[in-house]
């Protein structure tokens, strides 16, 4: 069964820290999305990219926060420093080419990793 | 942006058929319902997808109208595994500039023995 691998999976640090999660999409998929949920906020979309490029990273605070996917099986999201509002589940997806013309796509999550910022 | 309303939870018990409504109002022609299950500690997790009309898998059914102006989800025979939030999605392509896959708020089911 095909999955996305994210790490860590736990990861607690300091304010101020420097936290990078991982992503491996699944072989062959050529869309990665980055999403952070909370309990206040839910799901949100921090940033997505096709063919390694970014399309939109209009979600994510600019400032602090930095995704990239150095090749197609490795996509990273940092954010330096880290905050306690930073708090949350950040969960990786991907998804296959996607169909522009049907519209039609299907998201494939990773297991989330939980960041604590103290 | 298509954006999603559905009811914030759901009570039932064992046995029985839940259905959870999602409206959204502002849906486009290229758009694609699909609807994700979360399990607690877990990510989303794909059940369904249509874009008129009827589908059915081995997990669930999707009723969507001709106006597409909202969609149903239908959960045969619920057993307490089923407890998750069911979100509903209605997502476009990024070519054509507009957000994409955007979550909503959810529906949190709670099944009961």
């Known amino acids: 069964d095909a999955r996305v691998t994210q790490t860590p999976r736990h990861k607690v640090t300091e304010m101020g820290q420097e936290v990078t999660m991982r992503c491996q999409p699944i072989l062959g998929h050529n869309t990665v999305f980055w999403y952070r949920q909370t309990m206040m906020q839910g799901l949100e979309l921090l940033a997505y990219?096709?063919?390694?490029?970014?399309?939109?990273d209009s979600g994510m605070p600019k400032d602090r926060f930095s995704a990239e996917m150095p090749d197609a099986t490795l996509a990273t999201l940092k954010i330096q420093p880290s905050e306690p509002r930073d708090s949350a589940v950040y969960f990786c997806?991907?998804?296959?080419?996607?169909?522009?013309?049907?519209?039609?796509?299907?998201?494939?999550f990773g297991a989330g990793s939980r960041l604590t910022v103290l | 942006l298509a954006k999603t309303t559905q009811p914030i939870s759901m009570d039932s018990y064992e046995g029985q058929e839940v259905n959870i409504t999602c409206s959204h109002n502002n849906i486009a022609t290229n758009d694609y319902i699909t609807w994700y299950q979360q399990f607690p500690s877990q990510g989303p997790r794909f059940i369904i997808q249509g874009y008129k009309t009827k589908v059915t898998n081995e997990v669930a059914s999707l009723f969507i109208p001709a106006d597409r102006k909202s969609s149903t989800l239908s959960l045969p025979r619920v057993s307490l595994s089923d407890t998750a939030v069911y979100y509903c999605?209605?997502?476009?392509?990024?070519?054509?500039?507009?957000?994409?896959?955007?979550f909503g708020s959810g529906t949190r089911l709670q099944v009961q023995p």
């Open positions: 999605l209605v997502g476009d392509s990024p070519d054509t500039g507009r957000r994409a896959l955007t």
């Open positions: 990219f096709r063919n390694r490029a970014p399309l939109d």
């Open positions: 997806a991907s998804s296959a080419e996607w169909l522009s013309v049907s519209g039609a796509n299907v998201l494939t």
